[in-house]
């Protein structure tokens, strides 16, 4: 079966490792390497590869932002989380967000092979180091199921992930394109709506939920 990937991850010895595993599989060949979230849903819509692998803390956009933006476009692209975080919260707002697999950066060559041949067979995958996530969330769905950043517009969650990386107003505005009014306007919605009075917590927000690494 031939399987055109999409890979995403800052880091592009990474991006060279992965690559290289995914394309000694015969039939399998990356078609375009993404350096954050941003760049990832822009390749996605040009390429349209049959999977997209996502690490998950991406500058620009965060991996979860980018992912739900893929499946909220229509696309086929089906998309494989390849991450260092094992934590529940990282797990289950991937999959929210409409990832079909998950695979943590321990993991072997082989287990990865096999992720990406079940995720473009149209099936599901978890590392099992971190399967106990999606059973804990299945007995437990009342604790932490709505994150405070499902409040937010996709807009606001992208200023939120710019201001924990640390840009200003004026930067935030040149990145996205909009007038620092605009971006004053969100940075209040956002503290409102998450029911915050100093804007040096936004930050904790954003760690907390995954958008940037702590």
Do not use: W
């Amino acid at each position: 079966m031939s399987v055109e990937l999409l890979l995403a991850d800052d880091h592009g010895i990474v991006r060279e490792g992965v690559k290289r595993i995914v394309e000694s599989v015969a039939g399998q060949r990356v078609v375009a390497e993404a350096g954050n979230g941003e760049e990832a849903v822009q390749l996605a819509l040009a390429h349209e590869p049959d999977v997209a692998v996502f690490e998950l803390t991406l500058p620009r956009l965060c991996g979860v932002e980018a992912i739900r933006r893929i499946r909220q476009s229509g696309l086929r692209t089906r998309c494989l989380v390849l991450s260092v975080h094992q934590g529940h919260g990282y797990v289950t707002r991937a999959l929210q967000a409409g990832a079909a697999g998950y695979v943590v950066k321990s993991a072997s060559p082989a287990e990865l092979q096999e992720a990406i041949a079940a995720v473009a067979g149209g099936r599901s995958y978890l590392s099992p180091s971190i399967a106990h996530c999606v059973v804990e969330a299945f007995a437990r769905p009342g604790e932490g199921a709505v994150s405070p950043v499902a409040m937010l517009t996709a807009r606001e969650r992208e200023v939120l992930q710019l201001i924990a990386e640390g840009l200003s107003s004026k930067e935030i505005a040149a990145t996205l394109g909009v007038s620092i009014k605009t971006v004053e306007t969100h940075r209040c919605n956002l503290m409102a709506k998450l029911k915050i009075r100093k804007a040096s917590r936004l930050v904790r927000v954003a760690i907390h939920e995954g958008l940037v690494a702590p």
